[in-house]
């Protein structure tokens, strides 16, 4: 018998009371997901530390903005870039390079939809 897919919530590691920002990612069944199992959601960047970031990547150029992000996690914290998928989409070793260059460590890839898919950075363990 094979086991059921998880649901997105279960692979983005969320925990109830996890604050957790939604930050150019448009997803109303995420955020009512994440809220049904107790999550802080919030939209738009955070001002103050996060355990979770959610960012939605559209273009290369979004990538500049993970510096300012990751200054905002938790030091257990996770980022977590969501991008298009495929030759017309967001290259995955533009994420990497981008995440590695704001101090952070690439741990997951998860698919996030039949569009998109998701990295999950940390700030690496000898930084914590």
Known sequence: ????????????GVKPGARVAMVALADEALASELAAVGANVRAGAPRGEVDV??????????????????????RDGALWTVRPKGKNGVA???????????????????????????????IPLAKR
């Open 53 to 74: 970031i959610l960012f939605g990547v559209k273009t290369e150029g979004d990538l500049a903005r993970i510096p300012a992000l990751a200054s905002k996690l938790a």
């Open 92 to 122: 995955e070793g533009a994420a990497f390079a981008a995440g590695h260059e704001a101090g952070l460590v690439d741990v997951k890839v998860a698919r996030y939809s039949e569009t998109h898919t998701a990295n999950k950075f940390v």
């Open 1 to 12: 018998m094979m086991k059921p897919m998880k649901g997105i919530v279960e692979k983005l």
